[in-house]
């Protein structure tokens, strides 16, 4: 088993068939399977070898998919990274899943350069750009002219790792999850089934390919049944609703920002989306208003998808043949059980909250590394998600609260620790908390609580723009607000609920 053989097959069956569309650019299967085979046979003569790490620092574009599939194809292990990313948190990902190599835009060559020496096991520097020749890189486009585009990809065991995706949990550090070829082919066939989606499909990509709800959803889906999908490369809602449009795109997939940018485009012709037949909701539950303003702005059918980065993603789906209840986030999908357990991990009985637990084909191989932590998420194989949530006497899931404090602000994932301890690193800083706030255009923002040492003084444009220079854009803080003192416990610990 190995994802790539889907590519195989339909440039097999559909070699001529649009598979993905780059603005005027369009991609047949055929060319893409091609392509990935160049790059396959360039990696196997670079020494990349079954369950090596290659990571892939990539924008959407031609080459994020292509070389997704040749990393598959090798039998070696897919690293997605947000292309946001800094040096701080490409050294921490690239030290902590031992990446041989690294895919990367020539924009990205400095920032490499500069923590390279502290990256032992990264022997390859791959580097899309102009330049054929490189001083300390190797040029993707030389190995992939020089390379032939037959290749047979590698068998492997279903239970091999595909893909890792970094997550986080309350400690702080970032966690690989790890997601074999039998967790994201079947996730996404019972998916696609749910949907009842076709190979008459036209989807359209938003979001970042490297964010999973775009491979799942999109890039799996999509591809498995033969259909075609439009990407976006930098997205805005005037662009996106134009290729709507213009394409009759009759599928998308997106957290609820999209949609509510969706709904405040003017009345034009331009801006028709309705051809749209079926909106996946992800990243959050999604206010029962704003679908129905979707549904009946552009006449389609919205879908919430519940699931998370260590579930493959998805756990339940509103799947289209069942009766709908939107207050739910649907019905879990075939072969995954799902039952909501107290703090002492016993079952509880439908319409008790509790925390959401499932068991089955989606659930993560562990964690990279970290056998603490993966035994902490998964016991006798029942992935605890840290949600809180209920099932009712059907079987529908609901969805209340994070058991964990993670903030979703516009479909991008932020864990309030990782900004905790780069605030602890201010010399000005005494204490410091991190929490989500509600906000209408992003769904959440996260606001710092800060506490400054005595004699020192700051302002909050001070603190956001330490925080902006140091992460990835979309983590930055969007409020500072400072304290005399943090609400704290008996023990000790902060309050966060005090806080929000």
Not at 79 to 98: A, D, G, T, V
Not at 108 to 121: M, V, Y
Not at 335 to 362: F, W, Y
Request: with cysteine; glycine share 8%; charged share 25%.
């Amino acid at each position: 088993m190995n994802i790539a053989n889907i590519l195989e097959l339909q440039a097999f069956r559909l070699p001529e068939k649009k598979a993905a569309i780059f603005g005027e650019d369009a991609y047949t299967y055929s060319s893409l399977n091609a392509q990935a085979n160049k790059i396959a046979n360039a990696l196997k003569a670079l020494g990349i070898e079954r369950g090596d790490r290659v990571a892939m620092w990539l924008p959407n574009r031609p080459e994020f998919l292509t070389c997704f599939y040749g990393i598959l194809k090798v039998g070696a292990v897919a690293l997605p990274m947000n292309i946001l990313y800094k040096s701080r948190e490409m050294k921490f990902l690239l030290s902590n899943s031992e990446s041989k190599a690294i895919i990367a835009l020539e924009e990205g060559l400095e920032t490499l350069r500069r923590i390279r020496s502290d990256l032992p096991l990264l022997e390859k520097v791959i580097i899309i750009g102009q330049e054929k020749e490189y001083d300390d890189a190797i040029s993707f486009r030389e190995i992939v002219e020089a390379s032939s585009d037959k290749f047979l990809s590698v068998d492997l065991n279903p239970d091999d790792t595909a893909t890792i995706l970094y997550t986080s949990g309350t400690t702080g550090n970032p966690k690989g999850a790890m997601l074999t070829h039998r967790n994201l082919l079947m996730n996404a066939e019972y998916y696609a089934t749910g949907l009842e989606a076709t190979e008459d499909w036209v989807g359209i990509c938003v979001l970042p390919l490297s964010h999973l709800l775009s491979l799942a959803a999109g890039v799996l889906v999509l591809f498995g049944r033969g259909a075609s999908m439009h990407v976006i490369k930098k997205f805005t809602a005037e662009d996106a609703a134009q290729i709507i449009s213009r394409h009759k795109v009759n599928y998308t997939f997106a957290v609820r920002t999209v949609y509510t940018l969706f709904l405040a485009l003017p009345d034009e012709p331009r801006f028709d989306l309705t051809s749209l037949e079926i909106c996946i909701l992800s990243g959050a539950v999604t206010p029962l208003e704003l679908r129905k303003a979707v549904e009946e702005k552009f006449g389609c059918k919205t879908i919430q998808a519940y699931g998370q980065v260590e579930s493959s993603p998805v756990i339940s789906l509103d799947r289209v043949d069942m009766k709908r209840k939107f207050e739910s986030v649907g019905y879990p999908l075939p072969h995954i059980q799902v039952k909501i357990v107290d703090d002492d991990d016993r079952t509880l009985p439908a319409n008790e909250h509790g925390e959401i637990s499932c068991k089955g084909h989606c659930v993560m191989k562990g964690y990279w590394n970290n056998p603490e932590g993966t035994r902490a998420a998964i016991k006798d194989g029942w992935l605890h998600t840290g949600d809180i949530g209920m099932l009712d006497e059907e079987g529908y899931l609901y969805i209340f609260d994070r058991k964990k404090d993670m903030i979703i602000c516009g479909g991008y994932n932020i864990y309030p620790i990782e900004l905790e301890e780069l605030l602890y690193e201010n010399s000005k800083v005494l204490e410091a908390a991190v929490v989500g706030v509600p906000d209408e255009k992003m769904g959440e923002i996260p606001k710092a609580f800060i506490v400054l040492k005595p004699g020192k003084t700051a302002d909050g444009q001070e603190i956001l723009s330490y925080v902006e220079d140091r992460l990835a854009k979309y983590k930055k803080l969007r409020a500072v607000e400072f304290l005399d003192a943090l609400p704290k416990g008996p023990t000790g610990k902060i309050l966060r609920r005090e806080l929000r």
